[in-house]
């Protein structure tokens, strides 16, 4: 695993074309507050700028950092080469929208340094992308992810959705075969989940789309982790794979292994010495705490033993890397309950670490509570 | 000096006996309308709840009368349960007289006759009112026939009144000066004061609630226990308004309190009579019995490290619950504990819940049991209350279980039904009596055992209510019992066994698998339950697993939010006992005993 004690740096970018129904990460669809969120964005660099090691990852997130102009971006890596010291060979990675990616779009993200790009597909069936009101079509997909490849990208990501009002898992078998297609380093497969505060979970709530069933669920994601396992994709946490020990996520391993981030610009979450903060969740009020001189954390919390172990216990088990042993010691029938999982093929014991299994998975999140508490 | 009454009202539940009490303490001027608010006198949550009283409360009211007379009216509250019928005879055996409330909608019901049986029996005079008279659906002229037919009471001076609107109150009041009786009593004789009611006052210890029948105490007096002759030094004494009002002395025919030190309420017993050291009374009043705990459980810590707290919060509590008992237990599956003793099993859930809601303890309850006999090869006799001490089945010579006379009162119709519940539990010689046209008394030997778990739930269910209850202890007969085990996931779970009677060995089995099924959340791995005798398994459930329960996504936003969630459901978690590696919520051991329509 591409597990260094390095420090990763994410950028939230703040902006989209249209927002998506069953998204709940923070953005606007006006962009007359780019160059401000840039300026305040230097300005919270320079805050930071002596308190983390070098990184050896960025990842500029959002919103839909594509939609930046190129100046834009340029002066975002400027600024962050400007403040921040970055190993030499830095995991640069960028959140992509296919219909963002021009001809020249890949070639100017090599240029000002990414070396990984993160492509927002969804689906490969154009029904449902228009469920989804993506603003591209499945062939833009296509033409997106070879676009990125000839410009001479070794390292591309792909995120997919199932559980899409009306997919069927036979389609979601096309769309991942699709996604094969362009041999993907690495793919992300995420069951919708119909969030509160977004229109689908709005539609959830008012009974207009149903979520997947518990054993729908369970079945779509049986079907992908056997299928991209027989593919030759490593399963190394719940929605990602990864084609190559190498090609997992730099950058979001660090967040399942308490390693340090730094994450820039409105909503971003950090974490240092055991110590998480968040920033404030408009980038009005982010820009106006900074251009006041002041920090923009909404909240801050510093980690407790306890609540550092639980973490641990949880990320651990999202992942195929488990869980030291060591942290179960002085754990109460920790040896019994560890034999009983074994016992139940949920867990595999070696090495001197607890790995969940496949079905291990499938109930992650009720793992840790059989140990704390 | 004012003239007393001493009376109580009596109602079956929800006729509104508490908002009237409430009207009457409002019109005596002890509270503002302002200050007024539902149900006085029930100060605990619990009772609010319930919509019963636990604990009695007693209050004087002073009142001029019509005819210009000033009266102080001691008002008596009892308690509303069957496991509690000795604390309301011995607030009954304080009063002359009782109001007997019937909701003028809903007419004569189960527990209004029980009351009235149990008034009668203590002579007292009773003024039927008749509550909640604003209710469009209120017919007086029926219920004053059901008065006259069914009560054989003359329903000619019931009083007519709403207690929530405020309407009549003052003729309720009236009817307490005119027909019942001032109490008689020579304050000059040898001291004889009834204990009704104790209650605890972490600063002065013990309060203890009376009514002075001959003589009169006085601070500085030294009063003696006639039960157990324990002596005390009196420090107060007084009456009760909203709280505690001093006085110099209480005399004859007076109701209050009396303060003397006493550390602990289960140094108090009820309906015990107290006299004066010094020039005490020939023979105490009639009436007293020890109270009985009938059904046994065990008591556990969630988590064992709040034994201590445990140890504290029951020593607390007992100083309020004479009628608890208890001692220390222990078990494979839950650790350090105790083992306690109660009324009833009503008397039991409450003491549960007051014990987490008020003292914060997080316990666990086993399944309650009754106290068997077992004869043994060996020619003796053991006494068990606790099925882990269940003796080897090959030393077994003879079992015998406790047995009761089962009173039950119901309206004729539901008779089919009460026999064929008497019957499914064991119940045998039944007799019938016809107190009142279109009531039956029905009265079982019945197991103690088939009637503790949720006999009077079903048996009030089958009869919408209008069926009441009551028991009385005859003998231990012998019966074949076996011991039943329960398996979760192979493992034995000591607090989960049960001795039962063989022919209700796999009832029992089933429905506690059944409800384990239930009361057991969903793992992230299958849950076997079995049911067993011996090592043979008579019956099984299984809780499926989870198939998925994992969220998609996890990164640096999430992280906060997810632990946060997880930490809630840790606290949740405490309240749940690890057996293997399975979480039994503390609620499943009390589940497997709850009515099948709850």
Redesign the interface.
């Known amino acids: 695993m591409n597990n260094t004690e390095s420090p990763g740096l994410?950028i939230h970018v703040p902006f989209c074309g249209t927002k998506c129904p069953y998204c709940n990460?923070y953005s606007i669809t006006s962009f007359s507050l780019v160059a401000d969120w840039l300026d305040s964005l230097r300005k919270e660099a320079i805050i930071y700028k002596d308190r983390f090691a070098a990184f050896d990852s960025i990842y500029i997130g959002g919103g839909t950092p594509t939609l930046l102009a190129e100046h834009e971006l340029a002066a975002l890596i400027d600024t962050l080469f400007r403040y921040f010291t970055f190993s030499p060979d830095t995991e640069i990675t960028i959140e992509a929208n296919p219909d963002d990616i021009t001809l020249e779009k890949p070639t100017l993200l090599r240029k000002i340094g990414v070396n990984r790009i993160s492509l927002g597909v969804q689906s490969f069936n154009d029904k449902e992308l228009q469920s989804l009101r993506r603003r591209h079509s499945a062939a833009q997909a296509e033409r997106a992810l070879e676009r990125i490849r000839a410009s001479g990208f070794t390292n591309i990501g792909v995120d997919l959705m199932y559980g899409l009002p009306g997919q069927t898992q036979a389609g979601w078998v096309q769309t991942m075969k699709r996604a094969l297609d362009f041999k993907p380093e690495h793919l992300s497969c995420?069951?919708?989940?119909l969030e509160n505060g977004t229109p689908f979970g709005k539609m959830s709530t008012d009974g207009r789309i149903k979520p997947l069933g518990?054993?729908e669920?369970?079945s779509f994601?049986l079907i992908t982790s056997g299928f991209l396992e027989e593919q030759g994709y490593i399963h190394y946490e719940?929605?990602n794979f990864a084609r190559e020990q190498k090609y997992k996520s730099r950058h979001?391993s660090k967040?399942?292994q308490h390693v340090p981030?730094l994450?820039l610009g409105p909503?971003?979450?950090?974490?240092l010495e055991g110590v998480?903060w968040?920033n404030l969740d408009s980038v009005e009020s982010y820009c106006r705490a900074l251009d006041q001189g002041g920090v923009p954390v909404a909240g801050t919390?510093t980690l407790s033993q306890e609540?550092h172990l639980?973490?641990s216990l949880?990320?651990g088990f999202?992942t195929s890397h488990g869980i030291d042993l060591k942290l179960l010691n002085n754990r109460?029938?920790s040896d019994?309950?560890l034999s009983?999982?074994q016992e139940?093929g949920?867990i595999q014991v070696h090495g001197g670490r607890a790995m969940p299994t496949r079905d291990?998975?499938?109930?992650?999140?009720?793992?840790?509570?059989?140990f704390?508490? | 000096m004012p003239q007393i009454r001493n009376f109580s009202i009596i109602a079956h539940i929800d006729h509104g006996k508490s908002t009237l009490a409430d009207r009457l303490i409002q019109h005596a001027g002890l509270v503002t309308e302002r200050q007024f608010r539902d149900q006085i006198l029930d100060t605990m949550d619990l009772e609010r709840e319930r919509g019963i009283t636990i604990k009695s409360q007693t209050v004087t009211l002073p009142y001029t009368g019509k005819k210009g007379k000033e009266y102080d009216l001691n008002l008596i509250d009892t308690p509303g349960h069957v496991d509690f019928s000795y604390e309301v005879s011995r607030a009954l055996a304080s009063c002359e007289g009782v109001l007997l409330i019937v909701d003028a909608s809903q007419g004569v019901q189960a527990q209004t006759v029980a009351n009235l049986y149990m008034a009668m029996e203590h002579d007292l005079t009773i003024i039927p009112v008749i509550n909640k008279i604003d209710l469009p659906s209120a017919d007086v002229d029926q219920v004053k026939e059901q008065i006259e037919n069914e009560l054989g009471l003359d329903p000619e001076p019931s009083i007519l009144c709403s207690a929530k609107e405020g309407i009549g109150i003052e003729n309720v009041l009236e009817a307490i000066v005119e027909q019942i009786p001032a109490p008689t009593g020579n304050p000059h004789d040898p001291l004889t004061a009834l204990i009704f009611d104790a209650n605890y006052d972490p600063f002065r210890g013990t309060i203890i609630s009376c009514r002075v029948f001959d003589g009169t105490v006085r601070p500085g007096d030294i009063i003696r226990f006639m039960s157990n002759n324990a002596t005390y030094k009196v420090e107060e004494v007084g009456v009760f308004r909203l709280s505690r009002e001093p006085r110099k002395e209480l005399s004859a025919a007076s109701v209050g309190y009396i303060i003397s030190g006493i550390k602990t309420v289960s140094d108090t017993r009820i309906g015990d009579t107290i006299t004066l050291n010094s020039n005490p009374a020939a023979a105490p009043l009639p009436g007293f019995k020890e109270a009985k705990p009938m059904v046994f459980s065990s008591i556990y810590p969630v988590s064992s490290d709040d034994y201590t707290s445990l140890v504290e919060a029951l020593e607390k509590y007992k100083l309020n619950d004479s009628a608890l008992i208890y001692q220390k237990d222990s078990s494979a599956a839950l650790g350090q504990g105790f083992r306690c003793g109660f009324l009833g099993l009503l008397h039991l859930e409450i003491f549960q819940q007051r014990l987490e809601r008020e003292y914060g303890q997080a316990i666990i309850m086993t399944a309650p049991s009754v106290r068997y006999q077992f004869r043994l090869q060996d020619g003796k006799t053991i006494t068990i209350d606790n099925p882990q001490y269940y003796p080897d089945d090959a030393g077994i010579e003879s079992s015998f279980e406790p047995f009761i006379k089962a009173s039950i009162f119901i309206p004729e119709r539901y008779m089919g039904e009460v026999m064929k519940l008497c019957i499914a539990r064991r119940g045998v010689n039944p007799r019938f009596n016809y107190p009142t046209q279109g009531r039956v008394e029905v009265t079982f030997d019945m197991p103690l055992a088939e009637v503790i778990f949720d006999f009077y739930d079903r048996m009030k269910t089958i009869t919408q209510g209008y069926g009441s209850f009551d028991y009385d202890l005859i003998e231990y007969r012998e019966g074949d019992l076996v011991k039943l085990d329960i398996l979760v996931n192979s493992e034995k779970v000591d607090a989960l066994s049960l001795i039962v009677h063989r022919d209700r060995a796999r009832d029992w089995g089933v429905r506690v698998c059944d409800r384990l099924k239930e009361a057991i959340p969903r793992h992230q791995f299958k849950i076997a339950i079995q049911g067993a005798i011996g090592g043979k398994i008579i019956s099984r459930s299984t809780i499926p697993a989870f198939r998925k329960d994992v969220t998609a996504k996890c990164y640096g936003g999430d992280i906060t939010r997810k632990r946060k969630l997880l930490e809630k459901q840790k606290k949740g978690k405490k309240r749940m006992k690890m057996v293997g590696s399975v979480m039994i919520p503390q609620g499943a051991f009390v589940a497997v005993l709850k009515s099948d329509n709850e």
């Open positions: 994410y990460f995420y069951q919708m989940t518990e054993e669920g369970r994601f719940i929605s979001n967040y399942w981030y994450g909503a971003a979450h950090s974490f998480r968040w919390e609540q639980l973490e949880y990320l999202r109460p029938r019994t309950i009983e999982l139940s949920l291990g998975f499938l109930v992650a999140d009720g793992l840790p509570l059989l704390a508490g």
